[in-house]
C-alpha cells in the first residue's frame, strides 16, 4: 500500500511560480511512476506530468512543457512540481497518483492505484 500527500498549493499572479510537493510513503518501487493529474470545476481530471521512482523517465502534458518541471528526491520519498509561468488556465486542484508495475499508460489516470487528496492551485489573472 503507498499512501501519498500533496503540499504547496495557493493563490498566485499570473506569471508567478508555485512548487508542489508529493510525499509518499509505504511500500513504494523502483518501477513505480508518480504523476500529477488536475481537475478543474466542471472539467475531466486531465494529466500534467509524471517521472518514474527510478528517476530516469519523465512524460508532460503539451500544455505545460517548457513551464513545468517533474523531480523527485528519492531520499525524502517526494516528488515534486515545479510550475513557472503560471496562466488563470492553470487553476485546479492538482493530485498526486502513483502507478504500479504492469500498467504503462502513463497519460491515463484509470492506469494509476493510489491517490492523494489533492491541493488547490489557483492563478489570478
Known amino acids: 500500500q503507498v499512501q501519498l500527500v500533496e503540499s504547496g498549493g495557493g493563490l498566485v499572479q499570473a506569471g508567478g511560480s508555485l512548487r508542489l510537493s508529493c510525499a509518499a510513503s509505504g511500500r513504494i518501487f523502483s518501477t513505480y511512476f508518480v504523476g500529477w493529474f488536475r481537475q478543474a470545476p466542471g472539467k475531466e481530471r486531465e494529466f500534467v506530468a509524471a517521472i518514474s521512482w527510478s528517476g530516469g523517465s519523465t512524460y508532460y502534458a503539451d500544455s505545460v512543457k517548457g513551464r513545468f518541471t517533474i523531480s523527485r528526491d528519492r531520499a525524502k520519498n517526494t516528488v515534486h512540481l515545479q510550475m513557472n509561468s503560471l496562466k488563470p488556465e492553470d487553476t485546479a486542484v492538482y493530485y498526486c497518483?502513483?502507478?504500479?508495475?504492469?500498467?504503462?499508460?502513463?497519460?491515463?489516470?484509470?492506469?494509476?492505484?493510489?491517490w492523494g487528496q489533492g491541493t488547490q492551485v489557483t492563478v489570478s489573472s
Open positions: 497518483a502513483a502507478q504500479r508495475e504492469g500498467y504503462s499508460d502513463r497519460y491515463y489516470s484509470g492506469d494509476y492505484q493510489y
